[in-house]
């Protein structure tokens, strides 16, 4: 091996040669932090936008060449021309002056080092007015350098426009994505600020061709439809509230209601579009049994937090963040969007039509139940005592303190059954809708609710086996079961290791005692080893109790005759959730009459307009 080169340490520089960064480094560094693509452009430009008062906002996007070329338009309120200048120096900014300001940030940009930084590592054309003057300023800046200052014929507010991004770093063009990739990336960067910002106006051009245009509307709801469109936005339902400071509001899909990709999920603290941690698992977490695996649901929500609560300066580009009480801010969440849940299945108990769904909204109570140590318990609580299970009461103290139950009465019940279809699906019909609930699903979610009752209070029917069974499941499937053991007592089960591979059952929920007892428990330790040795207590009983509830339900090609029919969907309305299965399919589908008008060539009115044909 070949000794390092004098004056270097393993082949880097030695310490103690220590100088100043020329200047043009110093903001290549900074640009790095700040402008990753052409997207984060966009980003810290439409924030300017929107700092400064717009009310009107227009980007264009032009990648028709290498070079790509970014325009952002505003109406705001300007720059005053003896600081056009300054507004282009790191460090400048209007919108903190203190330590203090760092603990309350209101506005989207506060570093002072956007303009500065964009400047750096392309060439920048600002064009600014204030109102109540003739004419505007326009500057030219290469390399951070001001070539040109002139004046300029201009409406109110402000216009950027970047050419040859990274032109003076051309290290970082190479790893820009493919031209479709990078459009995205802005495309989906402005329909962010358009979700957030309702009563301003938006329009984004590529290469001269419109790709969004979302005029101001007065709702939160109209600007949802305009940028998800009305497949998406039809299958939302509301979710508003609050408690201890924080707040929580938007839209949230339907359970059921999944998607592929986490595309629509679009998630916002105070403000500002974020990509963080907490907050996506928190909305993942609600959802918890709602959805099949690997499915996402669509989420619109913004949580609002006491500033000083929250660190946003986390990320060179706010999008993570820091809260300070992190547990409370989960929960807060998780159970905001399944009050949200719960609430909007109860409503459809009355007004079955999903059109009307999303316009509703289950408001979480201002004084959310938690723990208390005086007075009365409040509404949900669960009595325990010494001698309820310890992981039945752990089990209370996460979760059984909930948000008052939602009271279904209906929901299913009011539908009138006509039949059943291939052996599977409950044919019915409600008003102008024709309604099929899949069989299996209902049942599921039905003994799924009963059991999770029953878990809640400590009383779930346990049947011992007269013949213990065994049943192989390997390696890793008998170091889950020990691992878990203790924990599977609170949902009914005694397992235990017997041997290497295999473990013995003997005892399990009275309701699983009639089911396939192999394919039942290789489901329940494929469970476990999934959740893993610090999956929560809670996530782990709910997988177990979802297993029981599948493998006990009617199945798919059991015949039922009216009377059976009727009498599950009766079940059904008295529990508290029932939409989807704990695995997340959905429970029904519905057919609106209208649509069966037209794949018959009638009219929407159909025979009751006076023609019988």
């Known amino acids: 091996m070949s000794s390092p080169d004098k004056g270097t340490v393993r082949g880097r520089p030695r310490a103690g040669g220590i100088a100043l960064l020329d200047e043009s480094v110093i903001l290549g560094i900074a640009a790095g932090e700040v402008v990753e693509r052409p997207a984060s452009v966009v980003k810290e430009l439409v924030e300017n936008a929107l700092?400064?008062?717009?009310?009107?906002?227009?980007?264009?996007?032009?990648?028709?060449?290498?070079?790509?070329?970014?325009?952002?338009?505003?109406?705001?309120?300007?720059?005053?021309?003896?600081?056009?200048?300054?507004?282009?120096?790191?460090?400048?900014?209007?919108?903190?002056?203190?330590?203090?300001?760092?603990?309350?940030?209101?506005?989207?940009?506060?570093?002072?080092?956007?303009?500065?930084?964009?400047?750096?590592?392309?060439?920048?054309?600002?064009?600014?007015?204030?109102?109540?003057?003739?004419?505007?300023?326009?500057?030219?800046?290469?390399?951070?350098?001001?070539?040109?200052?002139?004046?300029?014929?201009?409406?109110?507010?402000?216009?950027?426009?970047?050419?040859?991004?990274?032109?003076?770093?051309?290290?970082?063009?190479?790893?820009?994505?493919?031209?479709?990739?990078?459009?995205?990336?802005?495309?989906?960067?402005?329909?962010?600020?358009?979700?957030?910002?309702?009563?301003?106006?938006?329009?984004?051009?590529?290469?001269?061709?419109?790709?969004?245009?979302?005029?101001?509307?007065?709702?939160?709801?109209?600007?949802?439809?305009?940028?998800?469109?009305?497949?998406?936005?039809?299958?939302?339902?509301?979710?508003?509230?609050?408690?201890?400071?924080?707040?929580?509001?938007?839209?949230?899909?339907?359970?059921?209601?999944?998607?592929?990709?986490?595309?629509?999920?679009?998630?916002?603290?105070?403000?500002?579009?974020?990509?963080?941690?907490?907050?996506?698992?928190?909305?993942?977490?609600?959802?918890?049994?709602?959805?099949?695996?690997?499915?996402?649901p669509a989420v619109v929500i913004e949580l609002t937090v006491d500033p000083s609560a929250v660190d946003v300066n986390v990320h060179p580009a706010k999008m993570e963040l820091r809260f300070g009480d992190p547990g409370q801010v989960h929960r807060f969440v998780v159970e905001s969007i399944r009050v949200a849940l719960r609430g909007a299945d109860a409503l459809r108990g009355v007004e079955f039509s999903r059109g009307n769904r999303v316009e509703k909204a289950w408001t979480v109570p201002a004084s959310m139940p938690l723990p208390t140590t005086v007075g009365e318990p409040p509404p949900g609580y669960v009595e325990t005592s010494e001698d309820t299970p310890a992981p039945v009461r752990e089990i209370v103290e996460q979760v059984a303190l909930e948000m008052p139950g939602v009271q279904q009465q209906g929901t299913l019940s009011h539908l009138e059954v006509l039949g059943q279809a291939f052996d599977g699906y409950i044919v019915c019909q409600s008003a102008d809708t024709l309604v099929l609930v899949d069989q299996h699903a209902a049942h599921e979610r039905l003994l799924y609710e009963n059991l999770i009752a029953d878990c809640k209070s400590g009383n779930i029917e346990v049947q011992s086996l007269l013949l213990p069974i065994t049943v192989s499941v390997g390696s890793g499937g008998v170091a889950a079961v020990t691992r878990r053991s203790s924990d599977l007592l609170a949902a009914g089960w005694e397992i235990e290791a017997f041997g290497e591979e295999e473990v013995i059952v003997r005892s399990l929920p009275a309701l699983a005692s009639h089911c396939d007892m192999l394919p039942l428990v290789e489901g329940l330790v494929a469970d476990l080893v999934e959740t893993g040795s610090t999956g929560k207590l809670e996530a782990l009983i709910e997988r177990v109790l979802a297993t029981v509830a599948c493998h006990s339900a009617v199945r798919v090609g059991t015949r039922m005759d009216l009377k059976a029919a009727r009498a599950l969907l009766e079940r059904c309305s008295s529990v508290e959730f029932v939409s989807a299965c704990p695995h997340g399919r959905p429970v029904a589908r519905e057919i609106p009459r209208s649509r069966l008008e037209r794949m018959f060539g009638r009219s929407a009115t159909g025979p009751a307009s006076g023609h019988g044909c």
Not at 109 to 131: K, Y
Not at 145 to 151: A, F, G, K, N, T
Not at 165 to 170: A, C, E, G, K, Q
Request: glycine share 10%.
């Open 51 to 296: 700092d400064a008062g717009a009310t009107v906002v227009h980007v264009e996007y032009d990648d028709r060449e290498d070079s790509q070329r970014l325009l952002v338009r505003d109406n705001g309120c300007g720059i005053e021309p003896s600081q056009v200048e300054l507004a282009l120096t790191r460090h400048a900014t209007s919108k903190i002056s203190s330590l203090l300001d760092l603990e309350k940030v209101s506005t989207f940009g506060f570093r002072g080092e956007a303009l500065a930084s964009i400047a750096a590592v392309g060439r920048v054309s600002l064009t600014t007015r204030t109102a109540g003057r003739d004419s505007a300023v326009r500057v030219m800046v290469d390399g951070g350098r001001v070539s040109d200052r002139s004046e300029a014929g201009a409406g109110p507010g402000s216009s950027i426009e970047v050419r040859d991004l990274f032109w003076s770093v051309p290290a970082r063009r190479k790893f820009l994505k493919s031209r479709d990739t990078e459009f995205q990336q802005v495309l989906d960067t402005v329909r962010r600020f358009a979700l957030l910002s309702p009563s301003v106006g938006f329009r984004m051009l590529r290469n001269g061709a419109d790709k969004l245009d979302c005029p101001a509307v007065n709702t939160s709801l109209e600007r949802v439809r305009q940028v998800l469109g009305a497949q998406v936005s039809e299958k939302l339902v509301g979710v508003e509230g609050g408690w201890e400071g924080m707040g929580l509001e938007g839209f949230v899909s339907a359970a059921g209601e999944s998607w592929g990709t986490s595309r629509h999920v679009h998630l916002f603290v105070n403000g500002r579009w974020v990509k963080d941690k907490l907050f996506f698992k928190a909305v993942t977490e609600a959802y918890r049994g709602y959805l099949l695996k690997g499915r996402f």
